[in-house]
């Protein structure tokens, strides 16, 4: 059970490295992927995304964990930190 543990904590830390690398690469956040706070939010006062930074994200995200996220899983809260991204990709299938 503790390997299963470890095992779906290495997933989720490489799922997060990859969507730091998708908001640094593709939305041109200018920061380091350390410097991204996890809980910071994505738009208004935190990494200061707008509604096409949205819609260049959802697609991002579908392409590089080959993921189709539905209409219904796009409200505020999946969008709302990193974190919540992280969820978002994994309660898709999406796999790093």
Do not use: W, Y
Request: with cysteine; net charge negative.
């Amino acid at each position: 059970m503790e390997a299963d543990l470890e095992a779906c904590l290495r997933e989720r830390e490489a799922i997060l490295a990859r969507v730091r690398e998708i908001l640094i690469e593709r939305l041109k956040v200018d920061r380091g992927p350390d410097e991204i706070d996890l809980d910071a939010p994505l738009f208004a006062t935190g990494l200061l995304l707008d509604s096409v930074d949205a819609v260049e994200l959802t697609i991002a995200l579908e392409v590089g964990f080959d993921i189709r996220l539905s209409e219904d899983s796009l409200g505020p809260n999946a969008f709302r930190t990193v974190q919540s991204l992280v969820d978002l990709v994994i309660a898709h299938g999406g796999r790093a």
